[in-house]
């Protein structure tokens, strides 16, 4: 990550006393301590075949754990940095983004609820939906019963590339079947912290496919985990333009993928956004729409 980019801490909310946080705060920070087990001494962390085995051994060893109803896993120390960074995959938790872009997520929550900025909140790229879930949360919290939380995921995995993105050459996301989470999988994630409700709403399919057509009139947060530079392309040119002024765009990959990062900036240019983006944590960033 350049060393140019301001820094936002967003681990000022974790390390508030509880005695200073209001019965709202005191839900948030459960729900994120939750949501990414942190502290659960949850150790185990799926196991992600070789490259060389994808093709031969690996579908013969499925096929034989399928049969028995087994799974594999390795056994990682829970390390709290870690988990705050978001640089670890918790075996159970909902999400592995980490408390640091969680607390980003609520203060851009907390902004556009107290400055009464409209529109709805989305996350396009959700995996088992941890940050979605904390988005109907945080609403519930503050009291917000207006605005809707949008899920937006392929609830398949990602893409193959597009030959159209150059950025996109050989990547590989799309052979990890750990990303590929069923849609009912995540509701049943968020029926389970009692958040399954109207005021969620649920796109499946490729970006390229339903963010265009979307029924959504207004975002006030914007938050995209496309992973690729496709993805990231397709989430900006259909939502961006209808983020309202004061809302907040969170891009979680821009320093760990450099195609996403690409394509951030690309976008940024071609639109003439020049608003200030502000590091996160190690990849994700955000900014605060002006114009």
């Not at 918790?90 to 529109?119: D, K």
Request: a negative charge; hydrophobic letters at 40%; glycine letters at 6%.
């Amino acid at each position: 990550m350049p060393s140019p980019l301001p820094y936002y801490d967003p681990l000022a909310l974790v390390r508030e006393p509880a005695a200073q946080l209001s019965p709202a705060g005191l839900y948030m920070d459960l729900m994120k301590r939750c949501l990414t087990r942190y502290g659960f001494d949850d150790d185990l962390t799926p196991v992600e075949p070789f490259p060389g085995w994808r093709r031969r051994l690996w579908p013969v060893i499925q096929r034989a754990l399928d049969h028995q109803d087994w799974v594999v896993h390795r056994r990682l120390p829970f390390q709290p940095e870690y988990r705050e960074d978001g640089r670890d995959w918790p075996y159970r938790a909902e999400t592995m983004i980490g408390l640091r872009r969680l607390n980003n997520l609520q203060h851009c929550i907390e902004r556009v609820v107290a400055e009464e900025v409209p529109g709805d909140l989305i996350e396009c790229g959700v995996w088992r939906g941890g940050a979605a879930i904390f988005m109907r949360a945080a609403l519930a919290a503050l009291g917000d019963a207006d605005r809707r939380v949008w899920v937006a995921d392929s609830f398949q995995g990602l893409p193959k590339p597009n030959a159209k993105h150059e950025a996109d050459r050989g990547d590989q996301h799309w052979t990890r079947e750990t990303l590929a989470v069923p849609l009912e999988e995540v509701k049943r994630n968020f029926a389970r912290y009692n958040l399954l409700d109207q005021q969620v709403r649920f796109l499946q399919g490729w970006f390229s496919e339903t963010l265009p057509t979307a029924p959504i009139e207004q975002l006030a947060v914007l938050r995209a985990d496309g992973d690729m530079y496709g993805s990231t392309i397709d989430i900006l040119s259909s939502l961006y333009p209808k983020l309202s002024v004061g809302g907040f765009c969170i891009i979680d990959d821009y320093g760990a993928v450099p195609a996403c990062r690409a394509a951030t900036e690309d976008y940024r240019s071609e639109h003439g956004i020049t608003e200030t983006i502000e590091r996160i944590d190690w990849t994700g960033v955000f900014w605060q729409r002006q114009a």
